[in-house]
């Protein structure tokens, strides 16, 4: 290759990278070889099917921090309680978001607005059921001095923030979830196409979750198998986004909801381990 062709080369990757402005090229490799790297590190069906068949507690997390799962169980200590479970997959699930949004282009700041509502929910969601609980040092303006309230109180005062629009949900998450076609830019090209089909996954599998929902209200009985098959569908649909173009930013919203999807798995199977439940539906489950 002579160093004109390179030149030329890194031109064209320069133009494509007109969609993603306030994304240097450096950045731009940079941010598409991390993504990639933390996709392909995800469990396939045979690890999550090994991870299920630990033994106990303390095996699960030995298998999970050696199969693609380290990130949500590092510093889990030996034979954790559920609340030690909970906080710590709570917080790592508060960076995954922030991490997301700084991987995303300057622009899209309605994105970066709905995953920040995303981290400050699973505070206000905390509001409303915990009544001794400190404020994080990073935290919305509108929550921090709900704190400081009794809890039966914060209620009222929730609902003077756009906070209130998620928690009056039957699922605050899948409420947010559908708000995230408006959240994105007008983009053109494979950008476009990307988000239109990640909305279209995103509602597709809201609706029938809802309706999963209404069914076992009206039958009294939960389908859990269901409802972790309709996960693993959504997740086979994300990785059908990734192919093509080699970088865009769809990717890193499909990324975002992989680890999701991977944190709601976790946490059902540490929790059913810490409460000594014998391979429930959940755990044999695949991702």
Aim: net charge neutral; proline share 5%; hydrophobic share 40%.
């Amino acid at each position: 290759m002579q160093d004109n062709d390179y030149y030329i080369i890194n031109i064209k990757l320069s133009e494509r990278l007109a969609i993603l402005p306030g994304i240097s090229f450096f950045r731009y490799a940079d941010v598409q070889a991390r993504v990639r790297a933390r996709i392909g590190a995800m469990p396939d069906e045979a690890r999550w099917h090994y991870v299920a068949d630990a033994s106990d507690l303390d095996n699960l997390i030995e298998r999970m921090r050696s199969n693609g799962l380290s990130h949500w169980v590092a510093d889990l200590p030996r034979s954790p309680d559920t609340n030690t479970i909970e906080g710590s997959l709570r917080q790592h699930l508060l960076n995954l978001l922030d991490n997301v949004s700084r991987l995303l282009p300057n622009r899209w700041t309605g994105v970066k607005r709905w995953l920040y509502l995303a981290n400050n929910l699973v505070w206000a969601q905390r509001l409303l059921t915990e009544a001794d609980i400190e404020p994080p040092e990073q935290i919305d303006a509108m929550l921090k001095p709900i704190f400081s309230l009794h809890i039966d109180e914060r209620s009222k005062r929730l609902e003077q923030t756009p906070y209130h629009q998620y928690l009056s949900a039957s699922s605050p998450f899948d409420r947010w979830l559908s708000d995230f076609t408006a959240s994105c830019p007008s983009v053109s090209g494979r950008e476009a196409y990307v988000l239109s089909r990640l909305a279209k996954s995103i509602l597709r599998h809201r609706t029938r979750l809802l309706d999963l929902r209404k069914q076992a209200t009206t039958n009294n009985t939960v389908d859990l198998a269901a409802q972790w098959r309709l996960r693993d569908e959504l997740a086979r649909e994300l990785r059908g986004l990734i192919g093509g173009d080699p970088f865009h930013v769809g990717l890193v919203l499909i990324y975002c909801l992989l680890e999701l999807l991977q944190y709601e798995r976790c946490r059902a199977f540490l929790v059913a381990r810490s409460c000594g439940w014998e391979q429930p539906e959940i755990l044999g489950s695949t991702a």
